[in-house]
């Protein structure tokens, strides 16, 4: 219990909710869109089963990626995904992924529309949390990633529009999430277990190697941003 009062576990938290909002924004549009054609009596309702059947399988998803990050020079395929999702964030995006996005008449219909594009657009939100997680270290991972979603979901859902706002007019929010995940990258490739035995793992190279990544995503994402390229 005395875990839950750490500042250690409160920044996982943050970190966890952070990267919800950044890289989960697109929910809420999914969640319209697959509802859109819904009578009005049944749209609340497709809203909150699909999103109670997206959070469940995210949660599974993590789980399962919590336990293979524990297999060795996983966590560093983890880092470099988790590096490219940190650019694109900063990089102009391409064509739209809402387009293929089907509304449905039927509740149910409707409610499995909005789990399986969540499934498909969650892939880097279930790595990015992950990573936060096992760097929180600890035996309270999943609790903290449930948590973490609970707190975060609603946020999306009810507030979308005024957190894309706020992108829009502070840009440097984007830039610091980016950054956020550059920093989680590089924590979690220094704590992979195939490098425990190469590198020493105190708190100065952790922090060493999350400044790295940090700094990689930035300059990365800003030289490409300057040349005009667009991430798929």
């Known amino acids: 219990m005395e875990e839950f009062l750490t500042a250690h576990f409160w920044i996982a938290v943050g970190q966890i909710i952070m990267i919800d909002i950044l890289l989960g924004g697109d929910n809420a549009v999914v969640i319209a869109l697959a509802c859109r054609q819904l009578p009005a009596n049944l749209r609340t309702k497709g809203i909150l089963w699909g999103t109670a059947g997206a959070i469940v399988l995210r949660v599974v998803l993590i789980a399962f990626a919590l336990t293979l990050l524990q297999v060795p020079f996983l966590k560093l395929v983890g880092a470099v995904l988790l590096l490219w999702i ?4 900063l990089v102009p995006e391409g064509e739209d992924e809402h387009s293929s996005i089907q509304g449905s008449d039927r509740l ?3 409610v ?3 789990i399986v594009a969540d499934l498909v657009m969650s892939i880097d939100n279930v790595i990015a949390i992950a990573g936060a997680a096992t760097n929180a270290g600890g035996q309270h991972q999943l609790p903290l990633v449930i948590f973490g979603l609970l707190v975060s979901i609603p946020i999306i ?7 894309l706002k706020l992108m829009d007019r502070f840009p440097f ?3 610091a999430g980016g950054m956020l995940l550059g920093w989680i990258a590089g924590t979690m490739a220094h704590s992979d277990p195939a490098l425990q035995d190469l590198i020493p793992q105190n708190s100065m190279w952790n922090y060493g190697a999350g ?6 995503v930035f300059l990365v994402g800003m030289a490409l941003k300057r040349r005009g390229q667009k991430l798929q």
């Not at 400044?211 to 990689?216: D, I, P, R, T, V």
């Open 86 to 89: 940190g650019v694109k964030l």
């Open 108 to 110: 149910w219909a409707a």
């Open 112 to 114: 499995k529309t909005v």
């Open 157 to 163: 859902i009810s507030g979308s529009q005024l957190v």
């Open 173 to 175: 929010i984007i830039t």
């Open 211 to 216: 400044m790295l990544g940090a700094m990689l």
